[in-house]
């Protein structure tokens, strides 16, 4: 029973275009949300997060977008660059919940930004 | 040290056989997290250690698995009586308090893949 679903294995964009990324969650109990990206041979490295009490958090050129009634989100990049190329993981925590400590991960998304 | 280290990066063993893996995490952070990714998956809870106590150990698939961190600082996540299913790459990751789940997230260590053939 997947939690944290990102329905697209795959995406490919060129360079200089937006990439965006899905992500939907079915427990109702997250209310921390995170995005991690992933080198092969490499462990997950944090990217952006955002709370549940915000709807929008931005850091250079990424953006994280939550829509909290369809239990959806989205991560942006622009512009998009070849160095982007890896795999997006999206994560969940539930604060209130008392599990602030564990993250449960969606299966990825393999980026692919072409030159 | 600088980051999380995990050794070995690698590890093939026969079905049956015992295995260790061992992580270092970031000096001074008090939390640590093991997680399991297989193939075509995202990583998934194993355990959680505050200090040298595990607090959650609710993501170990069965008895076969048992991880420690005696001093608090290193661990060694051992899997007794390997089977095929245990292939994965087994990741650990440390964070300041145990609130990894927020903020900054956790710092993750690049991994043991472990085959079982």
């Known amino acids: 029973d997947q939690q944290v679903k990102q329905n697209s294995p795959s995406l490919s964009v060129q360079e200089g275009r937006i990439s965006i990324l899905n992500c939907d969650y079915t427990n109702s109990m997250f209310d921390y949300f995170l995005w991690y990206k992933k080198y092969p041979a490499e462990g997950p490295t944090f990217l952006i997060s955002?709370?549940?009490?915000?709807d929008k958090n931005e850091d250079g050129r990424f953006t994280v977008f939550l829509n909290k009634s369809a239990k959806h989100l989205s991560l942006h990049i622009v512009p998009s660059q070849p160095g982007d190329s890896a795999v997006y993981f999206c994560?969940?925590?539930?604060?209130?919940?008392?599990?602030?400590?564990?993250?449960?991960f969606g299966k990825g998304t393999l980026l692919t930004v072409n030159p | 040290g600088a980051g999380v280290s995990q050794t070995p990066s690698n590890k093939v063993t026969e079905k049956g056989k015992y295995v260790e893996l061992r992580c270092d995490p970031i000096?001074?952070?008090?939390?640590l997290y093991w997680y399991r990714q297989s193939l075509g998956q995202g990583p998934e809870f194993l355990i959680y250690?505050?200090?040298?106590?595990?607090?959650?150990d609710s993501g170990l698939p069965n008895d076969r698995f048992f991880a420690v961190r005696p001093e608090g600082s290193v661990s060694t996540l051992k899997i007794q009586r390997t089977e095929r299913g245990d292939s994965a790459v087994y990741l650990c990751?440390?964070?300041?308090?145990?609130?990894?789940?927020?903020?900054?997230?956790?710092?993750f260590g690049s991994g043991t893949r472990l085959t079982v053939v």
């Open positions: 990751a440390s964070s300041a308090s145990g609130t990894g789940g927020m903020s900054g997230g956790y710092t």
């Open positions: 250690f505050q200090g040298t106590g595990a607090a959650d």
């Open positions: 000096s001074g952070h008090t939390a």
């Open positions: 994560a969940a925590s539930a604060l209130r919940g008392g599990s602030n400590y564990k993250l449960t």
């Open positions: 955002i709370s549940s009490i915000k």
